[in-house]
């Protein structure tokens, strides 16, 4: 029974059991923190975000979902296995605007994150002798509430830091997401081979439609040239002779462009459906 941590709170909580859910595994119905899927062979933890690259560092749990950021901060052993497109953000140092240019100008202030870790590595990669104030959230008070000189926090909207008169500075210290870890020393098992798949499955039926068109016989060619597809279309024969159909995936945000160039190629009955699940 492949063991599976899965967060029970924050941000990426939510968006996990989404994901999970349409990979077709058991859904969270209560708060449960233990919920077994033996109709799947897996077993899901319900933890905190921030604890669950400890465990599957450690191999308690075999695999897990977490945030990059999370997992850097967490100095285990656990590694990324594969990112998984949602809960992305950036991790940014912010003070009150004109007050802090660049990261060297923050030799002797004084940091306030929730991520001491990261932040002292990145800081002590650089030489640079700031000093980290630990918090455990809320951090953008921090300065207007005098106890810090900057922060270093996850920024999705920027609201918050704008709402605390703050300005970002410096380069993004990382581009986090949602992530599937695994222990370091372990192969991915064929166990995860089957979760990733079906994880990555739902991440191509998120990202594709399906197109479905009509084409006269003598621009399937430069129809074809618009949807390659994946491997390659689909080209059938209609019942008039003079045309055929065509059906490929298309990634989502471009299905429109796509369609108004198949248009223009004289395409006609262009029909875009959502794909439920795929499997590549
Ligand atoms: N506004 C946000 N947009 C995108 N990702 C976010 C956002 N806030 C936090 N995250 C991500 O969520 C993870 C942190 O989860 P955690 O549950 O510790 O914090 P949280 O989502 O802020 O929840 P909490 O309400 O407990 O503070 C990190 O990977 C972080 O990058
Ligand atoms: O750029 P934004 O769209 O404003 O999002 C970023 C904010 O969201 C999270 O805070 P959260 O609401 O989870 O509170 P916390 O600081 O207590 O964790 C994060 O810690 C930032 O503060
Ligand atoms: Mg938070």
């Known amino acids: 029974m492949l063991r599976i941590a899965v967060p029970n709170k924050g941000s990426l909580s939510e968006p996990a059991t989404q994901m999970l859910a349409e990979a077709g595994y058991r859904r969270r119905r209560d708060r449960e923190l233990v919920l077994p899927d033996p109709a799947n062979g897996v077993e899901f933890f319900f933890l905190r975000p921030r604890d669950i690259a400890v465990y599957v560092g450690t191999g308690t749990v075999d695999v897990g979902i977490t945030g990059r950021d999370l997992l850097l901060d967490s100095g285990t052993s656990a590694v990324e ?6 809960a992305r953000s950036t991790f940014r140092f912010a003070a009150p605007a ?3 240019r660049s990261v060297e100008e923050l030799a002797g ?6 991520y001491d870790v990261l932040v002292g590595n990145y800081l ?5 002798n700031a000093s980290v104030v630990h918090l455990d959230g809320a951090v953008e008070s921090s300065v207007q509430l005098g106890i810090a000189d900057a922060v270093a926090d996850v920024v999705e909207t920027g609201s918050t830091l704008r ?17 599937l870890i695994r222990p370091a020393d372990r192969p991915a098992e064929a166990a995860v081979d089957v979760l990733d ?13 399906l197109m479905d068109y009509d084409v006269p016989v003598e621009h399937v060619d430069e129809a074809v040239a618009v949807t390659p597809g994946l491997e390659s279309p689909t080209v059938s024969p209609l019942h008039d002779g003079n045309w055929r159909a065509v059906r490929a995936m298309v990634l989502r945000e471009d299905a429109n462009r796509v369609m ?6 004289g395409a006609r009955a262009i029909i875009v459906t959502s794909i439920h699940a795929s499997r590549l």
Request: overall charge neutral; glycine content about 10%; proline content about 4%.
């Open 260 to 265: 108004d160039e198949l248009y223009e190629v």
């Open 197 to 209: 798949r079906r994880l990555q499955g739902v991440l191509v039926a998120r990202r594709y439609v």
């Open 81 to 86: 296995h594969r990112p998984l497109g949602f």
């Open 163 to 179: 709402a605390a008169g703050l300005e970002v500075f410096g380069d993004p210290i990382l581009q986090s997401e949602a992530v």
């Open 98 to 100: 004109g007050t802090v």
């Open 124 to 128: 002590a990669e650089r030489g640079i």
């Open 109 to 114: 202030a004084r940091v306030a994150t929730s």
